[in-house]
């Protein structure tokens, strides 16, 4: 089975239907305007399905320290949910934004590049839990290093296979899924955390693997889109080129067919939170989310 990349890739130049186009559009291009799509389509899901918190939610260790107020938020951080403490795998504390708190503490988001600030400082040193929603991240695909049951060593990505982002913290909330490997292969698994460890970047896994995947083992980092419906992003793409080349009887008819690929992947969306109420104003929590796949979303303590 190909990676979505080299998919992509390949349906791109399909939809061009001009060679001479195709050769000159560079998978480096390709690789640039996916990202573009897949942020437009990121934010178009959000608004579609109402429910913020179902898309690219994600969890982060932050060390308080005492005295100590302002701190540097994740990579790819997009909206603050919730900070909790655990203590033996039961949260015993929660912290919520300057607008809602409900502790002696709150906490106020600066900026992406700033970070944010802790109000008052803490005690004693802590170790937390912060829920965020995040943006979507850059895709890649390589071969394994290693694999555990609840880990993946990252490798390095082949001639098109994208960029692995060496920042601590920056795939959480992810998906990883292996397309190829002698056992275990079309597994796909929530990345909980990601650390650098020995010049290698590791995913460490929300749920264990089943089987551990063996032998050559080929993973991706999936697009916000699940299959079928990720080739709306080869469809965008093209239709972008295709614009700058001013070919409308073309786009016409792709135009008919991304509308049907978008009615069908924004129905996939909404039918996951159409029993729920909008959550954009709600305090949210997330101990429950780490069971389960699928983050859902729940009412408070």
Not at 51 to 56: K, M, P, T, V, Y
């Amino acid at each position: 089975m190909e990676s979505f990349l080299s998919r992509f890739y390949e349906e791109v130049k399909d939809n061009l239907s001009d060679p001479h186009a195709s050769s000159r559009l560079t998978t480096d291009k390709m690789l640039r305007d996916l990202h573009a799509a897949d942020r437009d389509i990121f934010e178009q899901l959000l608004k579609c399905s109402l429910q913020e918190s179902n898309l690219g939610f994600a969890e982060a260790t932050i060390s308080f320290t005492s005295d100590q107020e302002y701190y540097v938020l994740p990579p790819g951080f997009r909206k603050f949910l919730r900070l909790i403490r655990f203590q033996d795998g039961i949260p015993i504390d929660a912290i919520g934004s300057k607008s809602h708190y409900q502790s002696r503490y709150a906490i106020e988001i600066l900026t992406g590049d700033r970070g944010f600030r802790l109000k008052p400082a803490m005690l004693e040193a802590a170790d937390w839990t912060m829920y965020y929603a995040r943006a979507p991240g850059y895709l890649h695909y390589a071969q394994a290093d290693r694999v555990t049951e609840t880990t993946l060593t990252c490798g390095t990505p082949p001639e098109g296979g994208g960029e692995v982002i060496t920042a601590d913290d920056y795939y959480n909330g992810m998906e990883v899924r292996v397309f190829k490997a002698d056992q275990g292969m079309l597994q796909t698994r929530v990345i909980k955390n990601s650390k650098m460890s020995g010049g290698k970047l590791v995913l460490f896994l929300r749920n264990a693997w089943s089987p551990t995947p063996s032998g050559g083992v080929w993973y991706e980092i999936c697009p916000t889109l699940p299959p079928p419906y990720d080739s709306i992003y080869a469809l965008d793409v093209a239709l972008l080129n295709l614009g700058r080349r001013l070919r409308p009887d073309q786009v016409e008819g792709m135009l008919v067919q991304r509308q049907k690929k978008w009615d069908a992947a924004k129905s996939l969306i909404q039918s996951n939170v159409a029993d729920r109420p909008p959550e954009r104003t709600l305090p949210q929590r997330g101990v429950d989310r780490m069971s389960s796949e699928i983050p859902f979303p729940f009412m408070g303590y």
